[in-house]
């Protein structure tokens, strides 16, 4: 297991994961700035995470709201230009503290919580990045619309909800080879349209960005482990 980075060596970890991400991008014919890397900062503290400000980064992700608030309006007042992305599950009594809190949502993954955002989002006079998540496993212990619902659903959040959806994100199963879940993905955002792509983690974020990833959501390799 990788062991739990240093804060004085975690902006170092940050700098190799940009440059392999680089790497991977201009291999692929891709301009490296299009892919936008994603500190995943769950479980990690104040401590852990400044360093990492310090080094100019400003692009995070967590993965509950609740965690969230108890170490994120701090950092803000103190680097007001950070983004933050959620990129775990969001439960609807959560809904009205991930608005407020987050500015962008990568799991868009039923009707019940892309309505309670629309609601949200509206109340708040926010208009937040957001992301349909897709089960392209089709994993029935996991979140996400089945691909074949995918048009569907996204004309629902559209035409009904009010709601702008920049792209699609996914996890694939652990035991499948990433990359093929990565260009169905792909394929199927652009048939839809969108441009961003939610994909890619610290084990397949170069096959991610090879693939046309725009977001990858990168933690243990940059923090160490949890």
Known sequence: MTERTSPNLAAAALADVKARIAEAARDAGRDPASVHL???????????????????????????????????????????????????????????????????????????IAKTIADEQQRQGKALKLFIEVNTGEEPQKAG??????????????RDLGLEIAGLMCI????????VHFAFLAKLAGDLGLPDL?????????????????????????????
């Open 145 to 158: 619309i089945p691909p074949k619902e995918t048009a569907a659903f996204l004309a629902h959040c559209r």
């Open 172 to 179: 694939p199963p652990v035991e499948e080879e990433p990359a």
């Open 38 to 112: 994603i500190a995943v900062t769950k479980t990690f503290g104040r401590e852990d995470i400044l360093p990492v400000l310090e080094a100019g980064h400003r692009l995070f992700g967590e993965n509950r709201v609740q965690e969230s608030k108890a170490k994120w309006p701090g950092l803000r007042q103190l680097y007001p230009d950070l983004a933050l992305h959620l990129i775990g599950p969001l439960q609807s009594n959560k809904a009205r503290e991930a608005v407020e809190l987050f500015d962008a949502i990568h799991t868009v993954d039923r009707p019940k």
């Open 198 to 226: 939610s994909m890619g983690m610290s084990s397949d974020f170069e096959a991610a960005a090879q693939f046309g990833a725009t977001y990858v959501r990168v933690g243990s390799a940059i923090f160490g482990a949890r």
